[in-house]
């Protein structure tokens, strides 16, 4: 999913816009800016690209949760539903701001399942957080329906799924806010970088304060602002939208990529004898930034993965049932509730008792599951080199 395979000349002169000037900070220095706004530039452009009515970039895509999590008043007291197979930033965020994470499992689709949903909702619940993980979409429709049914805010994570969208609207903008990450490793990046979208003006006017100390951004100067509410620091720098702007305008070409190597790809795949292919609820909407694929056992799935291994085939292709970062069997600090300063005992026991629960239903689809991101640099000879030598060596393990 990486945009930093592209760095080009559009890249170094947005930047050097920034460095010329040399204000490196978004707001004020009105003058001597001689007229480059990035950050108010780049928040258009995600407006414009994605289809949303507010955008506040952010420090990272952690930063952002946090601040949309904020946004909507989620805290102390508070229950968030979040997926067992995400980046370990969703339970982060949540509980940096004091709320619990609830975690559900996963489906087919590697995202919510809407029946576990269900079942983790309590009187304390206040959000559900579908991670459009690995390129592609949770089901909406079903979320959607259960937080009006429930009266619930809908935040969606789509840090990895850029450009994908679900029956015609972009991943990120269909919920009550949406988060997109530009770390340097996704589709689009800032080096590090996040965003919050939202349709509801007051969510967006919470998040342009609470990432500024609770600036209302109204006063003739920054010591003339007054502060609404008690805010934090999660800006992002000039140089950081520099690199963004020149990547959003380049997006539909690294979609465009993207879609053309994962085609190629799965259609190498396809032939293995078995092997099944992760569910699309709206096939049309995938980003195509990673191949999600399943084998019929777990142990078909590790005899497959470690044959890869020894073949110099692994890299680029993830066994997430294996990884520290992604998935609730290897997070033994948040299960063991491992934090730096003390939480409330009420959220620590909440928390041990939620991540501690039986997630078979998510271990029978994650220990079959492999994911193989797709890279924009594959020459067509080394596609249908890598196609051949998976497709021959998994083949080969069955
Ligand atoms: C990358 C990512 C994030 C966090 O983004 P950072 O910018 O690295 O803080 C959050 N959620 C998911 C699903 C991600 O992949």
Not at 80 to 106: K, R
Not at 308 to 337: Q, T, V
Request: proline fraction near 3%; hydrophobic fraction near 40%; glycine fraction near 8%.
């Amino acid at each position: 999913m990486p945009g930093y395979e592209r760095w080009s000349d559009l890249e170094r002169k947005e930047l050097m816009d920034v460095i010329d000037s040399g204000i490196l900070m978004r707001y004020g220095f009105d003058v001597a800016r001689k007229g480059h706004w990035k950050s108010k530039e780049l928040e258009a452009a995600v407006c414009e690209t994605f289809g949303c009515a507010h955008a506040q970039l952010t420090s990272s895509g952690t930063a952002a949760l946090t601040t949309a999590l904020s946004a909507l008043g989620v805290g102390y007291g508070d229950e968030v539903i979040m997926p067992s197979f995400t980046f370990v930033a969703s339970f982060e965020a949540i509980l940096s701001v004091g709320a619990v994470p609830v975690l559900a499992d996963i489906d087919d689709t590697l995202t919510l399942d809407p029946a576990s949903v269900r079942r983790k909702i309590t009187p304390r619940t206040k959000a559900v957080m579908p991670v459009h993980m690995c390129g592609s979409m949770a089901d909406m429709d079903a979320l959607q329906a259960i937080c009006r049914e429930h009266h619930l805010w809908l935040l969606e994570d789509a840090c990895q799924s850029i450009g994908g969208t679900y029956k015609g609207k972009k991943l990120g903008t269909i919920g009550d806010a949406g988060t997109f990450s530009f770390d340097f490793v996704k589709t689009m990046t800032c080096g590090e970088g996040g965003v919050v979208m939202t349709n509801h003006r007051d969510v967006y006017v919470k998040c342009d304060g609470y990432t500024d100390h609770g600036h209302d951004h109204l006063g003739v100067d920054r010591g003339a602002d007054l502060h609404p509410f008690v805010g934090y620091n999660f800006r992002i720098s000039e140089l950081h939208s520099a690199v963004g702007l020149a990547q959003i305008r380049r997006l539909p070409e690294f979609l465009e990529t993207q879609q053309k190597h994962h085609t190629a790809l799965k259609a190498y795949l396809a032939e293995i004898p078995g092997i099944s292919f992760r569910r699309v609820p709206d096939p049309a909407g995938d980003s195509h930034s990673f191949i999600s694929w399943f084998l019929p056992t777990a142990e078909q799935t590790q005899r497959a993965v470690e044959a890869l291994r020894e073949a110099g085939l692994l890299a680029g292709s993830f066994y997430w049932y294996n990884n520290n970062w992604h998935y609730i069997r290897k997070w033994d600090h948040l299960k063991r509730a491992l934090t730096l300063n003390s939480l409330s005992p009420e959220v620590k026991s909440r928390l041990e008792a939620e991540t501690n629960q039986d997630f078979s239903a998510s271990d029978a689809i994650m220990s079959r599951c492999v994911s193989t991101s797709i890279s924009l640099l594959w020459t067509e000879e080394q596609l249908r080199e890598k196609g051949m030598r998976m497709s021959e060596v998994i083949r080969g393990s069955l």
